[in-house]
């Protein structure tokens, strides 16, 4: 009988993001200030027939279809690349494998949907490497390494909690939890933004920034003070490409948001209320307007095995 292996990874915001100038690697280097949030991509993994390759399947009735419709189910999924990446690191064949994908987080909406999807197959391959070749079980830290290589968002999707993110957004700096809990609601967009596109869009703008000291987050009292801190550089950016994104903030924070943001690279607003009631009253009404609206908790474990 086959083994049922279930992981899943947190969504993420960033609290704070600073891009600095195009570096000669062709990558903007950044410092993020990252929360996982309590909105989690969920994973099953099996053995698949001898011969049959990777087959991936992807659903989730919280998403709109177009979301769920966007995701490739082919070797371009970053699911895929992942089990390939793994089993070449640890020298062993590329296994059969049946994946299903439950997807929570928006599309290309700048959350780390595809990221959290990537940890979450990093987590469920590794349990499944040791179970099928008796190969040892890797640590976080290698597996963030993998990780790193498959996109930048990964590494802190496996850490999750709260982090700072420097480089391309793979190095990891964990930080002490936040003294209160969160409350978050995400509004997604029916389409997605390209997160070259919104660089290239920013570096048109020319608005790089002397990076900051984020090392102290941890000591941030209130949701209040929280949002005083919150600011992302490549959000001018997006407004740039989508001006609707802008309406939604000032809508947002018009209805009672501490702070509304464009989440990285858009074009998910992300809107932290200081009750999770206010929230979902304000999610509620979005629906009502046909928007896509989530809400979710601060902050999230990473990725992990769920059984």
Same mark, same amino acid.
């Given at each position: 009988?086959?083994?049922?292996?279930?992981?899943?990874?947190?969504?993420?915001?960033?609290?704070?993001?600073?891009?600095?100038?195009?570096? @000669?690697?062709?990558?903007?280097?950044?410092?993020?200030?990252?929360?996982?949030?309590?909105?989690?991509?969920?994973?099953?993994?099996?053995?698949?027939? @001898?011969?049959?390759? #990777?087959?991936?399947?992807?659903?989730?009735?919280?998403?709109?279809?177009?979301? #769920?419709?966007a995701v490739p189910t082919d070797?371009?999924?970053?699911?895929?690349?992942?089990?390939?990446?793994?089993?070449?690191?640890?020298?062993?064949?590329?296994?059969?494998?049946q994946i299903d994908i439950r997807?929570?987080?928006?599309?290309?909406?700048?959350? @780390?949907?595809?990221?959290?999807?990537?940890?979450?197959?990093?987590?469920?391959?590794?349990?499944?490497?040791?179970?099928?070749?008796?190969?040892?079980?890797?640590?976080?830290?290698?597996?963030?390494? #993998?990780? @790193?290589?498959?996109?930048?968002?990964?590494?802190?999707?496996?850490?999750?909690?709260?982090?700072?993110?420097?480089?391309?957004?793979?190095?990891?700096?964990?930080?002490?939890?936040?003294?209160?809990?969160?409350?978050?609601?995400?509004?997604?967009?029916?389409?997605?933004?390209?997160?070259?596109?919104?660089?290239?869009?920013?570096?048109?703008?020319?608005?790089?920034?002397?990076?900051?000291?984020?090392?102290?987050?941890?000591?941030?009292?209130?949701?209040?003070?929280?949002?005083?801190?919150?600011?992302?550089?490549?959000?001018?950016?997006a407004f740039r490409l989508m001006?609707?994104?802008?309406?939604?903030?000032?809508?947002?924070?018009?209805?009672?948001?501490?702070?509304?943001?464009?989440?990285?690279?858009?074009?998910?607003?992300?809107?932290?209320?200081?009750?999770?009631?206010?929230?979902?009253?304000?999610?509620?009404?979005?629906?009502?307007?046909?928007?896509?609206?989530?809400?979710?908790?601060?902050?999230?474990?990473?990725?992990?095995?769920?059984?």
């Amino acid at each position: 009988m086959n083994r049922i292996i279930r992981a899943s990874a947190p969504a993420k915001v960033n609290l704070v993001f600073e891009v600095g100038q195009l570096a @000669a690697d062709g990558y903007h280097p950044v410092n993020s200030l990252f929360l996982a949030l309590e909105l989690r991509e969920e994973l099953t993994l099996v053995k698949g027939e @001898a011969g049959t390759g #990777i087959s991936i399947y992807v659903h989730g009735a919280e998403l709109p279809e177009a979301h #769920i419709n966007a995701v490739p189910t082919d070797q371009s999924n970053l699911v895929h690349k992942t089990a390939v990446l793994f089993a070449q690191k640890l020298g062993k064949q590329i296994p059969d494998l049946q994946i299903d994908i439950r997807k929570r987080i928006p599309v290309a909406g700048g959350m @780390a949907g595809g990221s959290a999807d990537a940890a979450a197959m990093l987590v469920a391959m590794n349990e499944f490497m040791h179970l099928e070749h008796g190969t040892p079980n890797l640590t976080i830290e290698e597996l963030a390494a #993998i990780g @790193a290589e498959l996109g930048s968002d990964v590494p802190f999707c496996l850490y999750g909690g709260m982090a700072i993110g420097t480089g391309r957004g793979e190095v990891i700096t964990a930080l002490s939890n936040l003294a209160f809990e969160t409350n978050w609601l995400l509004c997604a967009s029916s389409k997605g933004l390209s997160t070259p596109t919104v660089y290239a869009a920013f570096d048109e703008i020319g608005s790089h920034t002397v990076f900051t000291d984020l090392t102290d987050a941890s000591a941030i009292a209130s949701a209040h003070e929280l949002g005083q801190r919150m600011s992302n550089d490549l959000e001018q950016a997006a407004f740039r490409l989508m001006p609707t994104l802008s309406e939604l903030v000032d809508q947002l924070e018009q209805l009672g948001a501490i702070r509304a943001m464009v989440s990285g690279s858009g074009p998910t607003i992300a809107a932290l209320f200081d009750s999770e009631a206010k929230a979902v009253e304000v999610s509620n009404l979005l629906k009502s307007q046909g928007l896509v609206a989530l809400t979710a908790k601060g902050q999230a474990l990473g990725a992990r095995l769920d059984g």
